[in-house]
C-alpha cells in the first residue's frame, strides 16, 4: 500500500509555544488529508478535512485558530498546535487519499504530543 | 450525520479460537463503505477489511471475515483462528458515498481492545 510518514512521531514542548506535526505522502498524490485526534484507549475524532490549496475545513467544536492546519502541495499537509496548553496533549494521526472513490485512506504512524 | 456504535469496549480469546466483534451504525445513505482497522501497540493504523456496501457478498481477507447486514445497519467482524499477534484495538468505520470531500472520510466506532491469550 501507500505510505504516508508523519513527523516528529513524538514531541514535548512548553505550555504557551507552538509545536508543528508534518504529514506526507511519499509515493502518491494526496489531493485530500485528514487529521484526527485520539485520546488514550479512545476513538479516532476527526478535527479537519485539508483540501491541497484550499483552505481546511474544520469539524464542529475544534478551534481553527489554535489547530492551523496547511496544505500546500500535493504531498504534504502540515497541523500547527498554537499555544499549546496540557488538555492539548494527545495523540494527533493524519490520513491520506488521492480522492478517487473507493481509494483506500491511508494513515500515518501518529505523533504524541505531550505539552507539560 | 452518520454514527458507528461497538459495544464491546474489551474482548479476549484463546489462542486459536474464533472471535466475533460486534459494529452496527446509522446512516441515511444507500451507497457507502465500512472498514475494520486494526490498532496494535504502536498505534498505527492498519487496515484489515473493507465492505462495499453495494456488494451482497461478505468480505473476506485470509483469517477475517464480515457479517454484513445492510437491513440492520450490523457489521460484525469475524477472526479465526485468532494468533498473539491479533491483540490490538480493533476500529470499526464508516465512510459516505456522497462524492468529493467525503472520500477517505471516516467516522470510527469507540473501539474494542481484543486480547489474545496463550
Known amino acids: 500500500g501507500a505510505v504516508v510518514s508523519q513527523h516528529p512521531s513524538w514531541v514535548i514542548c512548553k505550555s504557551g509555544t507552538s509545536v508543528k506535526i508534518e504529514c506526507r505522502s511519499l509515493?502518491?498524490?494526496?489531493?485530500?488529508m485528514f487529521w484526527y485526534r485520539q485520546f488514550p484507549k479512545q476513538s479516532l475524532m476527526l478535527m479537519a478535512t485539508?483540501?491541497?490549496?484550499?483552505?481546511?475545513?474544520?469539524e464542529q467544536g475544534v478551534e481553527k485558530d489554535k489547530f492551523l492546519i496547511n496544505h500546500a502541495s500535493l504531498t504534504l499537509s502540515t497541523l500547527t498546535v498554537t499555544s499549546a496548553h496540557p488538555e492539548d496533549s494527545s495523540f494527533y494521526i493524519c490520513?491520506?487519499?488521492?480522492?478517487?472513490?473507493?481509494?483506500?485512506?491511508?494513515f500515518g504512524q501518529g505523533t504524541r504530543l505531550t505539552v507539560v | 450525520a452518520q454514527t458507528v456504535t461497538q459495544s464491546q469496549p474489551e474482548m479476549s480469546v484463546q489462542e486459536a479460537e474464533t472471535v466475533t466483534l460486534s459494529c452496527t451504525y446509522d446512516?441515511?445513505?444507500?451507497?457507502?463503505?465500512l472498514f475494520w482497522y486494526k490498532q496494535p501497540p504502536s498505534r498505527q493504523m492498519i487496515l484489515v477489511i473493507r465492505?462495499?456496501?453495494?456488494?451482497?457478498q461478505n468480505a473476506t481477507e485470509n483469517r477475517f471475515s464480515v457479517n454484513f447486514q445492510k437491513a440492520a445497519k450490523s457489521f460484525s467482524l469475524k477472526i479465526s483462528d485468532s494468533q498473539l499477534g491479533d491483540t490490538a484495538m480493533y476500529f470499526c468505520?464508516?465512510?459516505?458515498?456522497?462524492?468529493?470531500?467525503?472520500?477517505?472520510?471516516?467516522?470510527f466506532g469507540q473501539g474494542t481492545i481484543l486480547t489474545v491469550h496463550p
Open positions: 490520513s491520506a487519499t488521492a480522492g478517487a472513490e473507493s481509494t483506500e485512506a491511508f
Open positions: 509515493d502518491f498524490q494526496a489531493t485530500t
Open positions: 485539508s483540501n491541497e490549496g484550499s483552505k481546511a475545513t474544520y
Open positions: 446512516t441515511s445513505e444507500n451507497n457507502y463503505y
Open positions: 465492505q462495499e456496501a453495494y456488494k451482497q
Open positions: 468505520a464508516f465512510e459516505g458515498n456522497a462524492g468529493g470531500t467525503s472520500y477517505g472520510k471516516l467516522t
